[in-house]
């Protein structure tokens, strides 16, 4: 069993920069790879970038690309997102999770574990 726990969502202006966490613990040597998704109200789960166990970012939803950075470090188990260029549209709770099985990390139905997410508010 992995457990994961977010912080670091707030309100923050159109422009601005964030950092998300995720604490990972458990039995998180069991994990091949780790992502972050967002839902925003009346839209589905998303992902927004994925990292392997390795350290080695995955994928970036062309949404993403260019503004947000995932980085991990393995030995304290947490997970970052670090989000720059904030625009009204990436406003969504931010969700971190978990796969055992290799796979890109970006398919909501193909993760095994959650946290309980993250708001992230951008005002224009």
């Known amino acids: 069993e992995v457990y994961l726990l977010e912080y670091g969502g707030a309100s923050v202006q159109a422009g601005g920069s964030l950092t998300l966490s995720c604490q990972a613990s458990?039995?998180?040597?069991?994990?091949?790879?780790m992502g972050w998704f967002r839902q925003a109200p009346g839209k589905e789960r998303e992902g927004v970038a994925s990292?392997?166990?390795?350290?080695?970012?995955?994928t970036y939803a062309d949404s993403v690309k260019g503004r947000f950075t995932i980085s991990q470090n393995k030995i304290k188990n947490t997970l970052w997102l670090h989000m720059s260029s904030l625009k009204p549209e990436d406003t969504a709770m931010y969700y971190c999770?978990?796969?055992?099985?290799?796979?890109?990390?970006?398919?909501?139905?193909?993760?095994?574990?959650w946290g309980k997410g993250t708001l992230v508010t951008i005002s224009s």
């Open positions: 990292i392997d166990s390795s350290g080695n970012p995955l």
């Open positions: 999770a978990a796969e055992v099985s290799v796979s890109d990390c970006m398919v909501p139905d193909d993760m095994d574990y």
């Open positions: 458990g039995d998180t040597s069991s994990t091949y790879c």
